[in-house]
């Protein structure tokens, strides 16, 4: 090899270490930006999963009035319902039914 051969190899292997720094440089940004992503995603995501878990939670204290609803007797009901007082209405099975019902138009 003479002297220019060298000098070219040279600046040859400092443009590829060049090149590979700025690549490196590119992909760790490229990193650091899909992992903001998924922060974002995973934030988003567990909002909807307490969305969801109220709406189950509702869900499920409807179908519990229901149930009782459906294995109470009617007359068991009936008197049940005279027998509560008016002014505590979300204690007895109708204040319950209707609990849910403004809960659900809200």
Not at 1 to 18: N, R, S, W
Not at 55 to 61: D, S, Y
């Amino acid at each position: 090899m003479t002297g220019p051969e060298v000098f070219a190899f040279c600046a040859l292997v400092l443009l590829l270490i060049c090149a590979m720094g700025m690549a490196l440089d590119a992909y760790k940004r490229r990193m650091d930006l899909r992992e903001k992503e998924l922060e974002l995603l995973a934030a988003r995501t567990a909002e909807k999963a307490a969305q969801y878990a109220a709406g189950a939670e509702r869900l499920e204290q409807r179908v519990r009035v229901l149930e009782r609803i459906a294995t109470d007797r009617a007359t068991d009901l009936a008197a049940g319902l005279a027998a509560e007082p008016v002014t505590a209405p979300a204690t007895s099975l109708a204040g319950q039914i209707e609990a849910l019902r403004e809960a659900r138009a809200n």
